[in-house]
């Protein structure tokens, strides 16, 4: 518990060094009211996507290995074309411009 309240000091400073430079410049309480809120609504979404990503169950490097062979076999094979093969006709070579492209 000591050593996560040692861990947040250096937040909570840098907290009240921004709120102090927020009344000073600016003079006005709603600028330190809104930056006082956005630092609260991100502290939360840092603390809620925490504990989400440990929440999640880790996956066996297996279990993947798995899953990517099987993923393999259901892929359906397609062979890739040869265009030298017999009966295949050559692409073309780029030409002039068509009229319509033309600017």
């Known amino acids: 518990m000591i050593r996560r309240l040692a861990s ?6 840098l907290l009240l060094l921004f709120l102090e430079i927020a009344l000073l410049d600016t003079g006005s309480l709603s600028a ?4 006082a809120a956005t630092a609260a609504a991100g ?7 925490l504990l989400a990503s440990r929440a999640a169950p ?8 798995t899953a990517i062979r099987d993923r393999a076999r259901r892929t ?3 062979p890739q ?3 030298d093969a ?11 411009a068509l009229p319509a492209t033309a600017a």
Do not use: I, N, Y
Not at 43 to 49: G, I, T
């Open 8 to 13: 947040l000091r250096p937040a909570a400073a």
């Open 58 to 65: 880790a996956v066996a490097p297996t279990r993947v290995r």
């Open 76 to 78: 359906a094979f397609l």
């Open 32 to 35: 330190t009211v809104a930056l």
């Open 86 to 96: 017999s009966g295949r006709p050559r692409p073309r070579a780029p030409g002039r």
């Open 43 to 49: 502290s939360a979404f840092a603390v809620c996507s």
């Open 81 to 83: 074309r040869d265009p």
